[in-house]
């Protein structure tokens, strides 16, 4: 499959590529799919941290598409991970759900970057939704002591099912997708009256809400930007 001018983007910018050969394809629900991957030496060639992605490329109708995905339980002795995807109408959508052992894909590893605030934040305020959950997840294992206040926004009563790793000392909260996102935005911004300057403020939902949390993060409760990491995870159409 020929890429696109994304690709060619990408690869200036220092992106690298590899081929992803499927092991494992897993139901995990209704909306939820899990495969796991031999890397083809991604885990050899680059370091690894919480949260990290890469790009995916589809084929869709004949074009070369790319989505990004978190890498989740990367192991450097074998040089696998499993990725997983909520289920949307989509050319990632129509492949995973027909992928097998030993089906590949391409991949590119571009623009992916986490690091842990020093000193370690004392508090997690964190908000997602079914795309982020295995970012979420992620950082539970990287500071699993650390309390943390979470958001999650669903569309399907089916997420909420969703293999989530939050300690009994994480606050988790549930918010139905409503008004294009605009509730999820309204609960966490009035929940976040005022800053915590030890804590770490992580949003990864759509980028609409993403960008109006962000705003409120970095313009009205005035946080330091090394204490907010923020990134639109997908767009509303």
């Known amino acids: 499959m020929k890429r696109n001018w994304e690709g060619l983007v990408l690869r200036a910018f220092g992106g690298r590529d590899f081929r992803l050969t499927v092991l494992e394809h897993t139901v995990v629900n209704d909306h939820y799919l899990r ?12 370091d690894i941290h919480p949260t990290m992605w890469l ?3 589809f084929d869709n109708d004949g074009k ?33 759900r027909t992928a097998r052992p030993g089906d590949v894909i391409e991949a590119t590893l571009q623009g992916t970057g986490f690091t842990m605030p020093d000193p370690a934040p004392t508090h997690l305020y964190l908000v997602g939704d079914a795309a982020s959950v295995p970012a979420l997840n992620s950082l539970f294992d990287t500071a699993p002591q650390t309390p943390a206040t979470v958001w999650l926004e669903y569309q399907h009563d089916g997420e909420k099912d969703l293999p ?4 009994p000392h994480h606050a988790v909260t549930w918010v139905p997708r409503r008004d294009g996102g605009q509730h999820l ?8 009256s005022t800053a915590a300057p030890d804590a770490l403020y992580w949003a990864c939902v759509e980028a609409r809400s993403t960008r109006a949390i962000a705003k409120h993060l970095r313009k ?4 330091d930007k090394r204490r907010v990491v923020t990134l639109g995870y997908w767009n509303a159409s």
Do not use: K, N
Request: overall charge positive; glycine content about 12%.
């Open 35 to 46: 495969i796991r991957v031999d890397g083809g030496g991604l885990l050899r060639a680059c």
């Open 55 to 57: 790009r995916l490329w």
């Open 64 to 96: 070369a598409h790319q989505r990004a995905y978190t890498l989740v339980d990367p192991d450097p002795a074998t040089g696998q991970f499993s990725l997983e995807f909520a289920m949307h109408d989509g050319c990632a959508a129509r492949w995973v």
């Open 164 to 167: 989530l790793r939050a300690r």
């Open 185 to 192: 935005v309204d609960t966490v911004c009035g929940a976040l």
């Open 220 to 223: 009205g409760l005035g946080l």
